[in-house]
């Protein structure tokens, strides 16, 4: 395997919006910027930069874009302005990779404007893989002439990886604007698929007379599409469909499934983005590839009972199936709440939402989501409560981690629930409900729950909390993430955000999972059945301020009959950079360029026996050390081809030892002094 291999392998072991419109166009009072990057510093205190949630380096990210897995690494692009913390004029596919989802190594991007076809922006799109592994990017590119065209991208190097260079099909676009179509309403290629006749189907969302839709193109060999007679789905009255996704999900299963996968114990599920709203909605039905149609089990509607994947701050998101452990991810864009001036203060705005592995409910009704199980690799000193009563009023403290960077599951026992007060026949949206009755509104079962991200005092608090009411002889269960306590400061956006949650408390238990991580807050509810993700800038409760309770401010007791609290460590997060330098060289040189070593570095006249490849900790308080042998030939030259197999970084178990990395390789000859070092900056 290549040096490069070992380069990045270091590492792993080691609304403002994206598009900022009204309709489809982005608005003329959207902030965005051109400016240079260096203008735009990260500035040092940071209290609300989020620890093991994933953001890129500095400024601007939204739309995760394509995520897939290849060869070992799974891969995340994004929307990304290079140049500032606000949307840009022209935005460029930002490029992650990791091993395990949860630390990462930024790399170059994947794609910049650089073409007639996607001179203005290279917007969002996805990923496909094609027959011999071969990935595939369908994205939107704004053209000379501001429209929106459909382009295709393929890898330069398929034995690479990281896949670090991207080729512009010389024919782009591959799909054009429909005629009929607004110039800017024609965006964001879902993932394709097979049909049972073997041609490929891919989706673009736009719009017609304010009836959202997506156009179903099709293909036999993924270069030439034609449009197919109707849309695949549209729906009256909701605008543009963003970010389209459609992928099969099994029947009694949490398996994922491929998205060529069809049958009769599938249902497919399909999603589109509403920027009306900024929120993510999907529906659940069957899909026949003969026909073409795709009959939906419910339609999008301007109410409350739309199948939501969060009921909080979750945008523009993506899945992608995970073959290594047949699983479903679900990738989503969360923005800030705080202002365009606080963005360019802190030289960055927006962030992803923990992966979600996602699947049908056994109930076929709904879909589930749930942290990805790499979140877990993340958790230390742990806390546990078992048995313990909550009167009403009362709060208990969860001392003994830390609470601004935490993940907290705690199952609730109910009393008697036949006395539970009657639900106001007027109210019909929960989250209207939870600004309303809000965490200091006192009931009989509830509010209870989770206070995060507190003062002592409780002046800053987000409550996230449940009630139980009563309607039609049915019991109701309210999920509310109240953030009007959450900062003293008054500039930022304090939404309070709620869903009902569709479990039965006689039977069903009441179970919430918080994850805290600064300035973000994502819990599901009910085992994953409703997720709700909040943004919070406390002004006092921030890093070893901020403070974590159970409470109960309704007039019946509650009990906690589990609870399970856990600090978490922060993940790995690199930017790599390299440059070469020769340290007591005589005869030898070391190839590489200014940006990158290559892939097969050669050192010349060197000892060819017993090559050492080494990772040190350059900070003397780290002693960090990993190292491994290299194999070497012989080239014609006389020079020695080295290669390297993998390398292993150990970090001290307090996260501290990632800084200043130095990666070297040097002969252990002692008759030999031949040394090339490059850095891995943060």
Same mark, same amino acid.
């Given at each position: 395997?290549?040096?490069?291999?070992?380069?990045?392998?270091?590492?792993?072991?080691?609304?403002?919006?994206?598009?900022?419109?009204?309709?489809?166009?982005?608005?003329?009072?959207?902030?965005?910027?051109?400016?240079?990057?260096?203008?735009?510093?990260?500035?040092?205190?940071?209290?609300?930069?989020?620890?093991?949630?994933?953001?890129?380096?500095?400024?601007?990210?939204?739309?995760?874009?394509?995520?897939?897995?290849?060869?070992?690494?799974?891969?995340?692009?994004?929307?990304?302005?290079?140049?500032?913390?606000?949307?840009?004029?022209?935005?460029?596919?930002?490029?992650?990779?990791?091993?395990?989802?949860?630390?990462?190594?930024?790399?170059?991007?994947?794609?910049?404007?650089?073409?007639?076809?996607?001179?203005?922006?290279?917007?969002?799109?996805?990923?496909?893989?094609?027959?011999?592994?071969?990935?595939?990017?369908?994205?939107?590119?704004?053209?000379?002439?501001?429209?929106?065209?459909?382009?295709?991208?393929?890898?330069?190097?398929?034995?690479?990886?990281?896949?670090?260079?991207?080729?512009?099909?010389?024919?782009?676009?591959?799909?054009?604007?429909?005629?009929?179509?607004?110039?800017?309403?024609?965006?964001?290629?879902?993932?394709?698929?097979?049909?049972?006749?073997?041609?490929?189907?891919?989706?673009?969302?736009?719009?017609?007379?304010?009836?959202?839709?997506?156009?179903?193109?099709?293909?036999?060999?993924?270069?030439?599409?034609?449009?197919?007679?109707?849309?695949?789905?549209?729906?009256?009255?909701?605008?543009?469909?963003?970010?389209?996704?459609?992928?099969?999900?099994?029947?009694?299963?949490?398996?994922?499934?491929?998205?060529?996968?069809?049958?009769?114990?599938?249902?497919?599920?399909?999603?589109?983005?509403?920027?009306?709203?900024?929120?993510?909605?999907?529906?659940?039905?069957?899909?026949?590839?003969?026909?073409?149609?795709?009959?939906?089990?419910?339609?999008?509607?301007?109410?409350?009972?739309?199948?939501?994947?969060?009921?909080?701050?979750?945008?523009?998101?993506?899945?992608?199936?995970?073959?290594?452990?047949?699983?479903?991810?679900?990738?989503?864009?969360?923005?800030?709440?705080?202002?365009?001036?606080?963005?360019?203060?802190?030289?960055?705005?927006?962030?992803?939402?923990?992966?979600?592995?996602?699947?049908?409910?056994?109930?076929?009704?709904?879909?589930?989501?749930?942290?990805?199980?790499?979140?877990?690799?993340?958790?230390?000193?742990?806390?546990?409560?078992?048995?313990?009563?909550?009167?009403?009023?009362?709060?208990?403290?969860?001392?003994?981690?830390?609470?601004?960077?935490?993940?907290?599951?705690?199952?609730?026992?109910?009393?008697?629930?036949?006395?539970?007060?009657?639900?106001?026949?007027?109210?019909?949206?929960?989250?209207?409900?939870?600004?309303?009755?809000?965490?200091?509104?006192?009931?009989?079962?509830?509010?209870?729950?989770?206070?995060?991200?507190?003062?002592?005092?409780?002046?800053?608090?987000?409550?996230?909390?449940?009630?139980?009411?009563?309607?039609?002889?049915?019991?109701?269960?309210?999920?509310?993430?109240?953030?009007?306590?959450?900062?003293?400061?008054?500039?930022?956006?304090?939404t309070t955000y709620g869903t009902f949650l569709d479990i039965d408390p006689h039977s069903d238990r009441i179970s919430l999972r918080s994850l805290i991580d600064h300035s973000i807050v994502e819990s599901?509810?009910?085992?994953?059945?409703?997720?709700?993700?909040?943004?919070?800038?406390?002004?006092?409760?921030?890093?070893?301020?901020?403070?974590?309770?159970?409470?109960?401010?309704?007039?019946?007791?509650?009990?906690i009959k589990r609870l399970n609290a856990w600090s978490m460590k922060n993940a790995r997060s690199r930017g790599i950079k390299s440059s070469c330098s020769r340290v007591g060289i005589q005869k030898s040189?070391?190839?590489?360029?200014?940006?990158?070593?290559?892939?097969?570095?050669?050192?010349?006249?060197?000892?060819? +026996?017993?090559? %050492?490849?080494?990772? =040190?900790?350059? &900070? #003397?308080? *780290? $002693? @960090? /050390?990993?190292? !491994?042998?290299?194999?070497?030939?012989?080239?014609?030259?006389?020079?020695?081809?080295?290669?390297?197999?993998?390398?292993?970084?150990?970090?001290?178990?307090?996260?501290?030892?990632? +800084?200043?990395? %130095?990666?070297?390789? =040097?002969?252990? &000859? #002692?008759? *030999? $002094? @031949? /040394?090339?070092? !490059?850095?891995?900056?943060?």
């Amino acid at each position: 395997m290549a040096l490069l291999m070992a380069f990045n392998i270091l590492f792993f072991t080691l609304i403002s919006s994206a598009r900022a419109h009204s309709d489809c166009s982005p608005s003329s009072n959207s902030p965005s910027s051109s400016s240079s990057a260096d203008d735009q510093p990260i500035m040092n205190n940071q209290p609300y930069r989020s620890s093991f949630h994933f953001q890129s380096p500095k400024n601007w990210m939204n739309d995760p874009n394509g995520p897939m897995y290849y060869k070992g690494i799974y891969h995340l692009f994004y929307q990304h302005n290079p140049h500032a913390a606000v949307f840009g004029d022209i935005m460029i596919w930002g490029h992650s990779v990791s091993h395990d989802l949860i630390n990462w190594v930024h790399i170059d991007p994947a794609l910049s404007p650089d073409k007639p076809f996607d001179v203005k922006s290279c917007w969002s799109g996805s990923v496909t893989i094609l027959p011999g592994n071969k990935p595939a990017i369908l994205y939107t590119g704004i053209d000379e002439n501001n429209r929106q065209v459909q382009n295709l991208a393929m890898p330069r190097n398929l034995s690479d990886p990281f896949l670090r260079d991207w080729v512009k099909y010389s024919q782009n676009p591959i799909i054009n604007l429909p005629d009929g179509i607004e110039h800017d309403c024609f965006r964001d290629p879902s993932t394709a698929w097979r049909g049972a006749d073997g041609k490929w189907r891919v989706i673009v969302g736009s719009v017609m007379q304010n009836n959202g839709m997506v156009f179903l193109y099709r293909s036999d060999d993924f270069f030439h599409w034609s449009k197919y007679e109707h849309p695949l789905h549209s729906s009256a009255n909701t605008k543009i469909f963003e970010c389209p996704d459609f992928y099969p999900v099994q029947i009694n299963s949490k398996n994922g499934l491929d998205t060529s996968v069809n049958g009769p114990d599938v249902k497919h599920v399909f999603k589109a983005s509403f920027w009306a709203n900024a929120h993510d909605y999907y529906l659940l039905g069957s899909y026949d590839s003969k026909t073409e149609k795709y009959i939906s089990e419910s339609d999008f509607t301007d109410t409350s009972l739309n199948l939501r994947l969060d009921y909080g701050k979750f945008y523009a998101s993506k899945s992608f199936f995970d073959e290594v452990k047949n699983r479903r991810i679900l990738w989503g864009w969360v923005n800030e709440s705080d202002s365009t001036e606080d963005a360019y203060k802190k030289g960055w705005s927006g962030l992803q939402a923990i992966p979600r592995q996602v699947w049908l409910h056994e109930n076929g009704k709904q879909l589930v989501q749930w942290p990805i199980e790499e979140v877990e690799t993340l958790r230390h000193d742990e806390v546990i409560i078992n048995g313990k009563k909550l009167d009403g009023g009362s709060i208990l403290e969860i001392s003994g981690i830390t609470a601004a960077q935490a993940d907290i599951e705690v199952e609730f026992s109910l009393p008697n629930v036949e006395g539970v007060e009657e639900m106001n026949p007027r109210w019909k949206d929960p989250q209207i409900i939870c600004s309303s009755q809000n965490a200091l509104v006192n009931g009989r079962i509830g509010p209870f729950g989770l206070l995060v991200m507190a003062t002592k005092d409780l002046t800053e608090q987000t409550a996230i909390f449940f009630r139980i009411y009563k309607s039609n002889n049915r019991r109701i269960v309210l999920m509310c993430s109240d953030q009007s306590r959450s900062s003293l400061r008054e500039d930022i956006d304090k939404t309070t955000y709620g869903t009902f949650l569709d479990i039965d408390p006689h039977s069903d238990r009441i179970s919430l999972r918080s994850l805290i991580d600064h300035s973000i807050v994502e819990s599901f509810g009910g085992g994953g059945k409703s997720c709700i993700t909040s943004r919070i800038y406390p002004k006092v409760a921030i890093n070893k301020d901020a403070h974590l309770y159970a409470f109960n401010n309704g007039t019946l007791s509650v009990g906690i009959k589990r609870l399970n609290a856990w600090s978490m460590k922060n993940a790995r997060s690199r930017g790599i950079k390299s440059s070469c330098s020769r340290v007591g060289i005589q005869k030898s040189t070391h190839a590489c360029d200014s940006k990158e070593l290559e892939k097969d570095s050669t050192i010349s006249g060197a000892n060819l +026996d017993d090559l %050492e490849f080494a990772v =040190k900790s350059k &900070n #003397v308080a *780290d $002693d @960090n /050390e990993s190292s !491994m042998k290299e194999t070497g030939e012989v080239l014609k030259d006389g020079s020695l081809q080295v290669s390297v197999d993998k390398i292993i970084f150990t970090e001290n178990a307090d996260g501290s030892g990632n +800084d200043d990395l %130095e990666f070297a390789v =040097k002969s252990k &000859n #002692v008759e *030999d $002094d @031949n /040394e090339s070092s !490059m850095k891995v900056e943060q």
